[in-house]
Each structure stands twice: as C-alpha cells, then as structure tokens.
C-alpha cells in the first residue's frame, strides 16, 4: 500500500530517536524525546490550496525539521508516518 498526500501535504518518516546523549548517558525508553526530524517519503501537487497558489518546495528524500506538535500519525504496513502541511516544515536540513 502506498500514501499519497494531496494538496499541501507532506508524508514523512521520523528519523530514530538517540538511544544515549552525546556525552553517553543511556536514556530510558520513556525518557526519549521523539525526534522533530524526518525523512520525506511523499510529497502532494501543491496546487491552489485555499485560495492561495502553493509551490511544493520539498522532495522526496529531503530531510527536515518539522513542528513538535503538527501532522497526523498513520501506520501503514507496520511502518508509522506522519503527515503534515508543508508550512508546519520548519527547515531543510543539507
């Protein structure tokens, strides 16, 4: 199964959560903050989206910044994802 985002929409992977900190402190499972990092698996065709023309400025592959608290959570062939709106996409990460 495939998703397909319309509009504005971004489909992104989340990135692995740090098991231990940079100076070796191993974190406990409920301790680890998930990651506001992503991988972009799908990008929608922009378009008008309410009333105002959108350009899509991420591709598939790019890896961002994305807000905390933004998108919606899908599990899709025990694979989980995220889809936001592109303005919730904060940074490109090069």
Same mark, same amino acid.
């Given at each position: 199964?495939?998703?397909?985002?319309? =509009?504005?929409?971004? /489909?992104? @992977?989340?990135?692995?959560?740090?098991?231990?900190?940079? &100076?070796? !402190? /191993?974190? $406990? =499972?409920?301790?680890?903050? @998930? $990651?506001?990092?992503?991988?972009?698996?799908?990008?929608? $065709?922009?378009?008008?989206?309410? =009333? @105002?023309?959108? @350009?899509?400025?991420?591709? /598939? =592959?790019?890896?961002?910044? +994305? &807000?905390? +608290? &933004?998108?919606?959570?899908?599990?899709?062939?025990?694979?989980?994802? !995220? !889809?936001?709106?592109?303005?919730?996409?904060?940074?490109? !990460?090069?």
């Amino acid at each position: 199964m495939k998703l397909t985002p319309l =509009g504005d929409r971004v /489909v992104l @992977k989340q990135l692995v959560a740090e098991e231990t900190t940079k &100076s070796g !402190i /191993v974190l $406990p =499972g409920q301790n680890k903050e @998930k $990651p506001q990092q992503a991988e972009v698996v799908a990008v929608g $065709p922009g378009g008008v989206v309410d =009333g @105002k023309e959108v @350009k899509m400025e991420v591709k /598939v =592959g790019d890896q961002v910044i +994305y &807000s905390k +608290y &933004s998108g919606t959570e899908v599990k899709l062939d025990e694979e989980e994802f !995220i !889809i936001v709106k592109q303005n919730d996409i904060l940074a490109i !990460i090069e």
